[in-house]
Each structure stands twice: as structure tokens, then as C-alpha cells.
């Protein structure tokens, strides 16, 4: 059984929505490890990555009424807003993080990746290590260009417009490869 259908996202949220500080508190152990792996996957820098985690945590606390269980999990909710918030600080710190693509591609074939986070399945990889080995092994199969496509989308944070420009691709190519890439991945994953 993994950690997402044990812990009670839906439940720890419906708690903070009603002022529930240890309900919040909870959730901070629970997920603020993770969370600020996936944050400092997109900065690359440490002390902002803190700081954007701060800050998700209090507007989880701040926001928990509007989640709503029929749009989705609170556990992809929780990471979408992080996320959310690590790349308004990437765009908003003036600095941009350039990335080599065999780095890139060095990464996928030595790194856990758990920065996936916007959707359920996705951000359950993080601890789960069988799912993030079958990930992996289904990257393999995608062709250089769109792995880095889908590398530089989730675990740098980049837009398609910046992938374009970074692989000196037209917008649409990149638009085609990225859902092709993760139509492929989800169907490699089942």
C-alpha cells in the first residue's frame, strides 16, 4: 500500500479548511520533504525552494476550503499549487536556469524522478519505487528530443514556449511531442 492511500490528504485538508492547526501540521511532516524536493528540482537554489514550501503551506492553510474532492485528489492538488508557486518564483527571480540536455538525460538515467507532481499518478512515483523504475524504463523507449521534451517540462518547470526556444523547435512540434511523449508514458505505465 503506498503512503497516498494511507495518509488522509481529502481529510487533513477538510481539517485545515476548518481552522484545524494540527491538521496543517500533519500535512507539513507528512509531505514538506517531498514537496521541497520537487520545489528545488525547478529553482536550484535551496533557500528559495524553503521559502516557496513556506509559502505553499500557508496557502494550503489559507485556501483548504477551496479544494474539492470531485476536481481531483488533495494530493495533486497540494503539489499542483507548489508547483504553481516554485515557477512564479522561477519566472519572477530574473534568473534563468540553463540546463545542458545530456544533463538532462544524465539525470533520468541516474536520478529517482519524483518531481512529477501535477497529477495523481504521477506524484505518487515519489514514494513509490517500483512505479518510479517502471517511469524510468518507460523514458527509454521515447525518442532523445521528446524525453527531453517531457525532462525539461516536469523536472525543470520550463514552458513550451522556453523548450521551443531552448531545442530550436517550433512551438507546435514541442506542443505535439510533449502529449504524444505522456500519452506514450501513461500507456507504457499501464
Avoid at 497516498?4 to 509531505?31: I, P, W
Wanted: glycine share 4%.
Amino acid at each position: 500500500m503506498s503512503l497516498s492511500t494511507e495518509f488522509d490528504y481529502e481529510g487533513v485538508l477538510k481539517n485545515c479548511a476548518q481552522g484545524d492547526r494540527a491538521a496543517l501540521m500533519q500535512l507539513y511532516h507528512h509531505e514538506a520533504t517531498r514537496l521541497l524536493t520537487v520545489v528545488m528540482r525547478i529553482l536550484k537554489n535551496r533557500p528559495l525552494s524553503e521559502d516557496v514550501v513556506h509559502d505553499a503551506f500557508i496557502k494550503i492553510w489559507q485556501n483548504a476550503h477551496s479544494y474539492h474532492e470531485e476536481l481531483g485528489s488533495a494530493r495533486g492538488w497540494l503539489y499542483t499549487l507548489t508547483r504553481n508557486l516554485a515557477l512564479n518564483a522561477l519566472k519572477h527571480s530574473n534568473r534563468q536556469v540553463l540546463a545542458e540536455p545530456d544533463f538532462l538525460l544524465d539525470l533520468c538515467d541516474n536520478q529517482v524522478l519524483a518531481s512529477e507532481e501535477q497529477l495523481d499518478d504521477i506524484a505518487e512515483l515519489a514514494t513509490d519505487p517500483l512505479a518510479q523504475s517502471s517511469l524510468l524504463t518507460c523514458l527509454e523507449y521515447l525518442a532523445p528530443e521528446r524525453k527531453l521534451c517531457i525532462l525539461h517540462a516536469y523536472v525543470d518547470g520550463y514552458t513550451q514556449d522556453e523548450i521551443a526556444t531552448l531545442l530550436n523547435k517550433p512551438l507546435g512540434t514541442v506542443k505535439s511531442w510533449i502529449k504524444r511523449s505522456l500519452n506514450a508514458l501513461k500507456e507504457c505505465l499501464q
